[in-house]
């Protein structure tokens, strides 16, 4: 069975910087499309980024164009969000999910990613 497991989530300071991890745990995924998703509490999941299979194209959402970056390592199966210049607002779970083998374009859609991590939780104090 397939798994995302996400880390380096915590509460920083407004301004302050994290980098999310994501591990997968089948080598297959380096052909699926990769993203990220936060929920912040009573709020529905959101897009946050994509990456596409090779890792040469990334898209955001306008909230955090510029301050996130997604990148992988398809070698050390991994994923990973570098959150800069962080705010209140960013405070959410953060999900990363996988499109599915072979599905390996980019997308902001909840509904075409097929796995899901557990989350980690992001907290920017004002």
């Known amino acids: 069975q397939v798994q995302l497991v996400e880390s380096g989530g915590g509460l920083v300071q407004a301004g302050g910087s994290l980098r999310l991890s994501c591990g997968i745990s089948e080598a297959t995924f380096s052909s699926s499309a990769m993203g990220w998703f936060r929920q912040a509490s009573g709020k529905e999941r959101e897009f946050v980024a994509s990456i596409n299979s090779s890792g040469r194209y990334a898209v955001y959402a306008e909230p955090v164009q510029g301050r996130f970056t997604i990148s992988r390592d398809n070698a050390r199966s991994m994923v990973s969000l570098q959150m800069n210049s962080l705010k209140p607002e960013d405070t959410a779970v953060y999900y990363c999910?996988?499109?599915?083998?072979?599905?390996?374009?980019?997308?902001?859609?909840?509904?075409?990613?097929?796995?899901w991590g557990q989350g980690t939780q992001v907290t920017v104090s004002s």
């Open positions: 999910a996988a499109r599915g083998p072979y599905y390996m374009s980019t997308s902001n859609s909840r509904g075409a990613y097929a796995y």
